[in-house]
């Protein structure tokens, strides 16, 4: 199982531009999420999935579009970007168990630049 | 504001000493997670302990749960220079039927010395 792959690893962009950050898991998870994290803020969510067609924002959603076409992949779409968005991207996913969260598998990260 | 608050931000040791981080949260919880994250890299989980758990052991880690506090602290023991990460707590929010959120606390910087 190669697990959580995000890509690209490193990624600058202008002010305005929009780019998909990728995100693929091979272990059928239901649930995938994707987190922001800055320093001295800790990670924060931006958007999550509990399945294929159902999405829901976190606490960090504007600026940010997510879709869930399949179990495997959940893009995250800069609309526009902002200097706002410079950040370390991780994406997670894992079972969705009723009553309680599991465990969450995380990608190696994208480090996002705008400019 | 966070779910979950880590503390001390920091903690500097020696090797072989033993480090001790904090995690306060603020809502019920069904379980809470503990993670670590090595410069550079994902976070990788350690340990999840269950909210009718109060104590829970996996090699050198040592994890207790005080529902009654909304606390829980993380015991590492005989510490080790690759131990040096920062280390995440994380709680699950409900919505619905189902916990489709985990929520991450800022974190607590680890830095063992050899």
């Known amino acids: 199982n190669a697990g959580v792959t995000q890509t690209p690893k490193f990624q600058v962009l202008k002010t305005g531009q929009s780019m998909t950050l990728q995100c693929a898991q091979d272990m059928n998870h239901e649930y995938m999420s994707w987190y922001r994290q800055d320093p001295g803020m800790g990670l924060r969510l931006i958007h999550y999935?509990?399945?294929?067609?159902?999405?829901d924002q976190g606490e960090v959603p504007n600026g940010y579009n997510v879709s869930r076409s399949t179990t495997e992949d959940f893009p995250l779409r800069l609309l526009s970007a902002a200097p706002s968005q410079t950040s370390v991207y991780f994406c997670?996913?894992?079972?969705?168990?009723?009553?309680?969260?599991?465990?969450?598998?995380f990608g190696p990260g994208t480090r996002l630049t705008v400019l | 504001s966070q779910q979950g608050e880590e503390d001390p931000q920091a903690l500097s040791i020696q090797e072989g000493e033993n480090a001790t981080m904090n995690c306060s949260y603020k809502?019920?919880?069904?379980?809470l997670q503990w993670y670590r994250q090595n410069s550079g890299r994902g976070l990788v989980h350690l340990i999840l302990i269950r909210s009718n758990e109060r104590e829970k052991h996996s090699g050198r880690l040592r994890v207790t749960l005080d529902t009654s506090k909304k606390s829980s602290s993380l015991l590492i023991t005989a510490s080790r220079a690759a131990d040096t990460a920062s280390y995440f707590c994380a709680t699950p929010s409900r919505r619905g039927t189902s916990y489709g959120k985990l929520t991450f606390g800022q974190g607590t910087i680890l830095t063992v010395h050899p």
């Open positions: 997670a996913s894992s079972y969705v168990l009723t009553g309680t969260t599991d465990t969450q598998y």
């Open positions: 999935s509990v399945g294929a067609g159902i999405t």
């Open positions: 809502t019920s919880i069904n379980n």
